[in-house]
């Protein structure tokens, strides 16, 4: 009632983006990945609100609790990964002005499905120094031009250990937030509305990131991968599908 009144919403879309951060945290909190691959394509038909701005705020406690929940396994060098998501931030921003959002989107899906494929045949993308620093900068620039930042980190993690791959995205999502959410303030996305939207998804979040413990424990380590890949290619796929439609 009380969200009905301030934001707008009616009682069964606030239950069902409750519903739709939860899986997508528990998701998350268990192979590293999932919660923007529901959460886009579906909150903003509720309410435009929602992406990029409320989800950016919402995001927080989820990766903080990732980041300490297995903080002895984030890889040290996720660091290059964060200088190149700021780089690939500008850099996105700038060819925005240059080439039109739809074509640089399919450019993306189509990249993200041929990795996808490439890994699936065996091709390995190790998190070397010069790996993270190229997965960070496409992380930053496709989540700049299409919203969707978390495939190239994931694909160059999905070999490693799930715990390092976990805790990693999570590290590296945490200390990019630092960066998005002023960002999306300086442009006037994220506003006072949009951040009461973000704080009522949070017990969705909290009670996600609650449940990936359960996930973590029943789900067997040769599921994570697989996993990782396939929301790589909802993810690919989603913003294909938006971009066509």
Known sequence: ????????????????????VLIGSATQASIGVGLGLLAAPTLTLMDPGFIPGAISISVVPLTVGM???ERGHVDPQVYRAVVGRVAGIFVGAFVLTLVGQTFIAVTISVAVLFAVVASAVGLRFAPTRRNLLIAGT???????????GGPPMAI????????VLRSSLAAFNMIGSVFIIPSLIVADVLGWREFRLG??????VLIGLWLGRIGIARLPERLVRPGVLAACTGSALV???????
């Open 67 to 69: 980041t300490l929940r």
């Open 1 to 20: 009632m009380v969200a009905t009144q301030l934001l707008g919403l009616e009682w069964w879309e606030v239950a069902l983006a409750l519903s739709i």
């Open 239 to 245: 913003l294909l599908t938006r971009q066509i439609l």
């Open 138 to 148: 496409a992380a930053g620039f496709t989540g700049t031009v299409a919203g969707i």
């Open 156 to 163: 160059t993690y999905q070999h490693a250990d799930p715990r």
């Open 199 to 204: 704080l009522l998804l949070v017990p969705g």
